[in-house]
């Protein structure tokens, strides 16, 4: 089966400027993740997403970050105004039906690398 | 609050021999932990999952514990190979999958 998609793999801005990542998951995976992961640290969970429904976005940095997922298949993160401290890795994954009864199995894609100047 | 604290020095270890990482977390009730390896530039991938009723689980050369009293889990990977150099990292389950910040281990030829 196909991966987890990202694109763009790598990104340079200024600060205060906008940038949009876009993720498609593996096919038929109801459940999709916007990770964080700041060099040297784990991912960090942004929001999650059950088909087109939002189920957890307390960590997401509302004032300057949106995410949406359309249709419940594609997503994009958006971040605007971009900060020097979002440089960072962006990882979206998904997950499928519950593995091995009840847990969730998380499939990355390979990442969108941010770099604010 | 809520902390996940994986081996903070790297691992180096010689080809052949056992690494073992741990993983301690403080202020989660996981029902299960799962362990990813994540190479350079790559998005993490699932390796090992263990249940909070479970003790030990194996996966070929990888074998991981789960002790909820003392809160921590260990992983071993046995008869090291050079590529099995990655950086590893813990996910404790507590209503949502939170990480580690990994361990990066290195096995010499």
Redesign the interface.
């Known amino acids: 089966e196909a991966g987890?998609a990202q694109s763009p793999r790598y990104k340079i801005i200024e600060k205060r400027q906008s940038v949009a990542f876009w993720c498609n998951p593996i096919s038929g995976h109801a459940t999709l993740y916007w990770?964080q992961q700041i060099l040297?640290?784990?991912?960090?969970?942004l929001i999650?997403f059950q088909n087109n429904g939002v189920v957890?976005d307390s960590q997401l940095p509302k004032d300057r970050f949106s995410a949406e997922r359309l249709k419940g298949v594609d997503s994009t993160l958006k971040i605007q105004p971009a900060k020097l401290e979002d440089s960072a890795v962006y990882?979206c994954?998904s997950s499928g039906p519950r593995?091995?009864s009840?847990?969730?199995?998380?499939?990355?894609?390979?990442?969108s690398r941010l770099t604010v100047l | 609050s809520q902390k996940?604290e994986q081996n903070s020095e790297a691992l180096n270890i010689q080809e052949g021999k056992t690494a073992t990482l741990t993983c301690n977390y403080t202020n989660y009730s996981p029902?299960?932990l799962?362990w990813?390896r994540q190479d350079p530039?790559?998005?993490?991938?699932?390796l090992l999952?263990i249940?909070e009723n479970e003790k030990e689980k194996r996966k070929e050369r990888l074998k991981v514990t789960f002790d909820t009293t003392l809160k921590q889990s260990l992983f071993h990977i046995t008869a090291s190979q050079p590529a099995d150099s990655a950086t590893y990292?813990c996910?404790p389950?507590d209503y949502?999958?939170?990480?580690?910040?990994?361990t990066t281990v290195t096995v010499r030829a």
């Not at chain 2, 530039?41 to 699932?46: K, S, W």
């Not at chain 2, 949502?96 to 990994?102: D, I, P, V």
């Open positions: 987890v990770y040297g640290q784990g991912p960090k969970l999650q957890d990882l994954a593995w091995n009840g847990a969730n199995v998380l499939t990355f894609g390979a990442g | 996940i029902a299960y799962q990813y530039g790559r998005g993490p991938v699932f999952l249940r990292l996910a389950y949502k999958l939170s990480f580690g910040a990994g």
